[in-house]
């Protein structure tokens, strides 16, 4: 049987980062899962991201999301701004541009890093779980749009938690572990979608003469199990390679980036990579249409986190006895940790 999982969406500097038909694990024969459920592992411990094609998510449900996303930003700033983001326990709200300061985990972004680094070009809303009354949402209101908003972005966080479970489930069967074995780590949703918008820039922004590099968002990892991310035609998504380069992570219509998480990382035992990424300014070969300034891009990123009250510990498989690099930890004061040293 030809390996139907082979294709690949990027390969360049020992990156590979592989694209999989989503769809033979979700009704594929047995042979067919298996395989693609391996096939999302593999992408997982050697490169830390993936896409995914015929993920389940209608291309309707996106960008019905996407132009939701566009008129919410295209709101006064005033608006925006009475609906600020108010803790790292809730993650809720709006946050404008340069409120986000992204730092490196590792001890390569040292002081001295941090002093070169200058705001992302970028603003965000982070729409939570709206289930809990002493963390809430914070929504727009007062017409029709806003209604609609409200309605079309909880049911699509719905959507997206249950590609989370399914692609959890495709982790534990790559694992050789009960397929069902993260459900109870999955259900309950304490997962964010955040909505991003990178304005319209003079290209100009760009070419700094003070030695700082200008992004529109710094390089950094994700906290939790895994993100789901839509992104627009725009580009500038890239990932570290290992060899230390940043590669092109070009959008590919239709499909979802995946990429591992730091919590996930670490709930491996280190077997899962949480790589590092960014956002620059769009290739040349994509926006370089000789005009002034690029367009804005948006984009749309679905953190996935392990339930907040379980404790996490190594998976089964991924340690010898005794070789369990990480103390157990609970996952809601891990992510809460993460997102306080941001803001
Ligand atoms: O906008 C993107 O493509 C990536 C955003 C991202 O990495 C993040 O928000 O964590
Ligand atoms: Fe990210």
Redesign the pocket.
């Known amino acids: 049987m030809a390996n139907i999982n082979s294709a690949q969406a990027v390969a360049q500097d020992d990156l590979v980062i592989p694209l999989i038909d989503f769809d033979q694990f979700l009704s594929g024969d047995p042979a067919a899962k298996k395989a693609a459920a391996e096939a999302v592992l593999d992408g997982f411990q050697n490169a830390g991201f993936i896409y995914l094609k015929n993920h389940g998510i209608s291309p309707a449900t996106v960008s019905n999301a996407f132009s939701h996303s566009a008129t919410f930003f295209a709101r006064p700033q005033e608006q925006k701004d009475a609906m600020a983001w108010y803790s790292a326990a809730a993650n809720r709200g709006y946050v404008a541009q340069g409120r986000e300061k992204l730092v490196p985990l590792d001890e390569t972004g040292t002081e001295e890093e941090m002093r070169k680094s200058v705001p992302d070009l970028?603003e965000?809303l982070e729409i939570g779980r709206d289930d809990e009354p002493e963390m809430p949402n914070k929504w727009p209101s007062g017409d029709q749009a806003a209604t609609d908003f409200k309605k079309d972005m909880l049911g699509f966080f719905q959507t997206c938690k249950t590609l989370h479970m399914q692609v959890m489930r495709a982790i534990a069967l790559g694992m050789g572990i009960e397929e069902s074995w993260f459900d109870g780590f999955t259900d309950a949703g304490d997962n964010t979608l955040?909505l991003?918008h990178?304005p319209g820039v003079a290209k100009s922004v760009f070419k700094r003469t003070d030695g700082q590099l200008q992004v529109?968002?710094g390089e950094?990892s994700?906290y939790g199990s895994i993100?789901l991310?839509f992104?627009d035609k725009r580009g500038?998504?890239q990932v570290r390679s290992p060899k230390g380069t940043f590669v092109n992570a070009t959008p590919i219509e239709g499909t979802i980036?995946v990429n591992a998480g730091d919590l996930l990382a670490q709930w491996s035992n280190d077997t899962i990579k949480s790589t590092k990424?960014?956002?620059v300014e769009p290739p040349a070969q994509i926006e370089d249409d000789g005009s002034e300034s690029y367009p804005p891009?948006y984009?749309i990123?679905y953190?996935c986190n392990p339930n907040y009250d379980r404790m996490i510990q190594a998976i089964p498989g991924t340690y010898e006895e005794s070789g369990r690099k990480y103390k157990d930890v609970l996952s809601g004061e891990y992510i809460t940790g993460r997102l306080t040293a941001t803001y």
């Open positions: 970028k965000s955040r991003l990178y529109r968002a950094h994700d993100t991310l992104q500038g998504l980036v990424h960014r956002v891009r984009s990123a953190f």
